[in-house]
């Protein structure tokens, strides 16, 4: 006889059992953010018929557009319009386990997930993109928490929504833009916040009364210096202080304090009390990947070809992304002009050949500088502008922004995340009969 408590039981013992199930595919795509995505849905349309099809693990039920992050921030875009189910923006001829990656077994073309299910692939992208590392700044995830301590940041959905609701409390006192003494993703970000603050509290009158300060532990204000000496102007017009080498070590929310260290000379620490506090957090390769040693350089990156994005040591494996070694600025952009050179070259091999398409670190960040007004930035591994349009890039203009605000969370909707989007080079190619005399 089968009681309810039997039921009970077969029923856990039948979930159990089919947990540990063993997938096999053509391709293994490691993550569904912009890159997995991206890549899921170019080879989806290719290899589409079990075993031979794309396989994508990735946890997360939701997908953010998270360059969308800085306008909510600053006012200029609602929470809402930077999200999708996950189920809807990952391609219907891939398959979606919505597992996470526990171990990795180069050697036998294998992952096992956090449920203990086993997937056999014959390719494997890695596209796992940064982790946020709160913790590492003591005090800051109870900062974050306390509503009074004004403590904020743009880098989490948790945390975004809360930004200009502090920017609107804020009205005297100083306020205080950090940036990490990490890689983190879309670097232009973390002084985008600043100039969108500084603008609110010009409009509102109450900027006389606000000391805006951007500290930031690297050298520079940006890492190209035709873009750095323009947002250097920016900074001096609008009074903005820049502190380089200054970095963040801990918060007293409590006390409205901020700890920072002079990485020019470490045992230089300095307390800066403020009444507002954007914190930047710092950022590396998550946790799963570091611990696989095998697969990474010693920062624990996935250690990639900067070229051609294929493994150094395993090749049936690439990376794709902000989680790998390729020493580019971690954007959107840049995503999409790997995600042309990975497909190019997984058909190659694919099919008996030598990679051919190289990938020369472009990058794009759109460094909105007001409402209205933004520099696009495009450059390449040797920190060289790489512009698009037949105008002088390091300018402010109206039409940037336009592009920041409506155009490309366009495109990043409805052709990069679907895999008809490989970056701006054939446009570039297009409009260089006009290009600006520099």
Partial sequence: MIT???LKILTKISVNVTREIHHSCKVLVI???TGGCSMAAKL?????TSPNHVIVLEPSEVHYY???????????????????????????????IKDSA?????????VVTSNGDTIEYQLMIVAMGLQLYWDKIPGLIDGLKNPDSQVCSIYAPETVTEVFKKIERTSKGSAVF??????????GAPQKIVYLAEDYWSKKNKRNDIEVIYNTSLPVIFGVKKYADALWEVCKTRNIEVNTQTCLTEVKGDDKEAIFVDLKNPDNKFT?????????PPMGPPDILREHTSLTNEAGFLSVDPKTLQHTKYKNIYGLGDCTSTPNSKTMAAIASQSKVLYDNIMNDLAGKKSKSEYNGYASCPLVTAPGKCILAEFDYN??????????????????FIMKKDFFPFLYWNFMLKGRWNGPELIRKCLSIFKFNK
């Fill in 31 to 33: 993550g569904g953010g």
């Fill in 44 to 48: 989806s349309n290719k290899f589409d």
């Fill in 66 to 96: 998270q360059p969308m992050f800085t306008l909510i921030g600053g006012g200029l875009k609602k929470f809402e319009s930077s999200k999708k189910p996950m189920a809807a923006v990952l391609p219907k001829k891939a398959q979606w």
């Fill in 4 to 6: 309810a408590t039997n």
């Fill in 178 to 187: 950090t940036f990490p003494n990490t890689p983190v993703k879309c670097p």
């Fill in 102 to 110: 526990m171990s990795f077994q180069p050697e036998s073309n294998k």
């Fill in 383 to 400: 920190l060289q502008p790489r512009e698009t349009f037949p105008v002088d890039q390091k300018n402010e203009y109206w039409a940037m």
């Fill in 272 to 280: 800066q009390k403020y009444s507002f506090l954007h914190v930047t």
